[in-house]
């Protein structure tokens, strides 16, 4: 009998066959696996911060320094040019008379006309203000000229104490100070009744609140002024804004 012999063919493997250095680089270098989180333990992000919205008021009185009267000259014409002319006169007389006063500031103001009634007859009436301004230390004159610049024909419609505008400046300073004061004692006492503590300021503002000039009197035409009048104290005030963070 006659046996023949089989031969094996190599069974061949597919892929290349990585050297083992190459292996070992590539396990330091790769990241491992993510670990995954426990099922039911979420992260904690629970916000432990108050947010506090506050404001607060700050001011200060002061005497003012300034003196400011405000006059009206008004004639009526049926002709415009001969309302103006009327006017015109006036202030320049009025002028005149306040030139001999140094320590008085004169101010001329905006001119109007304006008419009334039908095209048939129309009435012009011609305006322009006057305004004297001085230190209050020269009161006694502004009174003086006020009486005569009333006497001449012209209509006192202001009489107001002021403050300077530097005087203003620096009290409007001093006013937001103390605001800014007011406002941490007063996020301070907040927290404190919270039983919390202040972390910071997240926003803050200040704004001025409404200075005006505080009149004397407003005098109807051609009354005289009062030379009893006596200066009174002027307020300037600031108003803080913020929100404030708290925390425990």
Request: net charge neutral.
């Amino acid at each position: 009998m006659t046996h023949r012999a089989h031969s094996r063919r190599p069974t061949r493997r597919h892929g290349l066959a990585l050297p083992f250095s190459l292996v070992a680089l590539l396990a330091v270098i790769a990241p491992p696996a993510a670990q995954a989180q426990p099922v039911g333990q979420p992260t904690d992000t629970t916000d432990t911060t108050t947010r506090l919205s506050i404001e607060a008021r700050g001011s200060v009185t002061a005497a003012p320094d300034r003196l400011v009267a405000t006059f009206a000259a008004e004639r009526t014409a049926p002709a415009a040019a001969a309302a103006q002319r009327a006017v015109n006169t006036m202030i320049h007389g009025a002028v005149s008379t306040t030139a001999a006063f140094h320590d008085v500031t004169t101010t001329i103001g905006q001119y109007e006309m304006d008419h009334t009634g039908d095209p048939a007859s129309t009435t012009w009436t011609a305006r322009q203000t006057l305004t004297l301004n001085a230190a209050t230390a020269n009161t006694a004159a502004v009174f003086d000229l006020a009486g005569r610049l009333q006497t001449s024909g012209l209509a006192l419609t202001g009489f107001d104490w002021q403050l300077a505008d530097e005087t203003r400046t620096r009290l409007q300073r001093e006013a937001s100070h103390r605001a800014i004061a007011s406002l941490r004692d007063r996020a301070d006492d907040i927290a404190q009744a919270m039983g919390l503590k202040v972390r910071h300021f997240a926003t803050l503002s200040v704004s001025e609140d409404g200075y005006a000039p505080r009149p004397v009197m407003m005098m109807a035409r051609m009354a005289k002024v009062d030379p009893q009048a006596t200066a009174q104290d002027q307020t300037v005030s600031a108003v803080a804004s913020a929100t404030v963070v708290l925390a425990p």
